[in-house]
């Protein structure tokens, strides 16, 4: 299935008229602030998302998993599905694959859809945290941290293939995330278990490319539950110093224990100039993977505001992190959760980009807490929507995309294509 651009125009023409007028209302508030609506238009224009391959399916829980139809079964049709969400929002222009699940038959036509779609090679991802049927040694207990030096010579050759797919397919970094770690007290030598991650990531890292990064993810806990190889991000830090300046961490928003001060961890990374990907969901417990925005909205923005203030005072030289979303769709349609997904990003990234920067300095200055409260809360009370209408239509895209998803009824036309039973290849 392809979205025309004639049906994207059809879909805005509907709502064009309310859509100046909120605009316009939103110009003048803006402009009353001293602040460049035009600006803001076109850096949301040029912020893009890369969507991974495995959220395109239904998710799951340990209970149970239940489809949606129309699945993409294969590598194309995930490209064909993050097609159609680019196409109705502009801001999906990137894939991130999982390797074993997404390993390309034909890594040249694999380029040529993707290029045809605008669909950039974001970061590869490899697994160490399942079996595969045709591996030899199983990680049941470890991969790169291991005590059996033949595990671990099996996981870092896994590693190093991820990385030959992907200069095949164009992309320029690989992202570790390991599953090691135990269940009980006295399972593992935390010691040995994190010298022994170390040397596996030396074999991996001799093996990058000049112009590669590798991302160093960590998570507290799950699937082990007393502790993790990799469990923060000053142990994601240590490593990637370990390695060089080719490494970096990955925060992920449901890898941190309740009530982590995650904006504070953002601003110290790129403060050293090591924050390298980051990676979106939303959460009430734990690694919950949901749609974006939908619980925390306020510590999104938060999070933003560091990002931004990180990106725009860039002393220590931080490469833009790889932006991706990392979700686990159980409910909703998962191309609609995506969509849902990628205007919240967007919106709380307008939202940071309006804070009186120079207002909340001389209230830092002054020790004026209630006034740097009043200006924080300011940015995120302000309905930037507008903005981010006006970036999609100058972009060619559905000004509303979920409702334009509907309207052009694209889930059923997929079930329609592929089935009622077909399975996303992955988790």
């Known amino acids: 299935m392809r979205i025309h651009s004639y049906q994207i125009d059809q879909h805005n023409s509907t709502a064009l008229k309310s859509h100046e007028s909120s605009l316009q209302f939103l110009r003048d508030q803006l402009a009353h602030k001293s602040i460049d609506a035009e600006a803001i238009i076109e850096r949301l224009r040029q912020f893009q998302v890369a969507i991974p391959s495995w959220a395109l399916g239904a998710g ?10 129309g699945e993409p079964g294969s590598l194309e049709q995930k490209l064909e599905d993050i097609g159609l969400i680019h196409a109705l929002t502009q801001s999906a222009g990137a894939i991130s694959l999982h390797i074993p699940w997404d390993i390309p038959r034909d890594a040249q036509a694999i380029k040529q859809q993707a290029s045809e779609l605008g669909i950039a090679f974001d970061a590869m991802n490899s697994n160490t945290f399942q079996d595969q049927k045709e591996q030899s040694l199983s990680y049941k207990y470890g991969s790169l941290c291991h005590v059996n030096a033949d595990v671990r010579k099996q996981a ?131 690694d919950d ?80 807490v209630s006034m740097a409260q009043e200006i924080v809360q300011d940015a995120f009370r302000t309905d930037l929507r507008p903005l981010l209408r006006e970036a999609r239509l100058r972009s060619g895209a559905a000004m509303e995309p979920v409702r334009a998803y509907r309207e052009l009824n694209v889930r059923q036309q997929l079930i329609n294509e592929r089935g009622t039973v077909t399975i996303a290849t992955g988790l």
Do not use: C
């Open 156 to 286: 870092v050759a896994h590693n190093i293939e991820v990385i030959r797919h992907g200069i095949e397919l164009g992309s320029k970094s690989t992202t570790v995330w390991l599953a090691d770690g135990s269940s009980f007290p006295g399972q593992l030598n935390f010691r040995t278990a994190l010298d022994n991650t170390l040397r596996s990531l030396q074999e991996i890292y001799a093996h990058l490319p000049a112009d590669w990064k590798i991302f160093i993810e960590y998570k507290p806990y799950e699937p082990y539950f007393y502790s993790t190889v990799i469990q923060d991000w000053g142990t994601s830090f240590l490593l990637a110093n370990q390695l060089g300046e080719k490494a970096f961490t990955l925060v992920d928003l449901g890898h941190h224990l309740p009530n982590t001060n995650i904006e504070q961890i953002v601003s110290t990374l790129m403060y050293q100039g090591k924050l390298g990907g980051f990676h979106f969901n939303d959460s009430k417990y734990g």
């Open 289 to 368: 993977d949901l749609t974006v925005g939908s619980i925390k909205p306020y510590q999104l923005y938060l999070i933003f505001s560091e990002l931004v203030y990180g990106m725009d005072n860039n002393t220590a030289s931080n490469p833009e992190p790889a932006w991706m979303i990392d979700a686990s769709h159980n409910l909703k349609d998962p191309l609609e959760d995506l969509i849902q997904s990628l205007e919240a990003i967007r919106l709380a990234y307008a939202q940071a980009l309006v804070v009186d920067r120079q207002g909340l300095w001389d209230a830092q200055l002054n020790h004026d």
């Open 60 to 69: 799951g829980t340990r209970f149970g998993r239940f489809s949606t139809g």
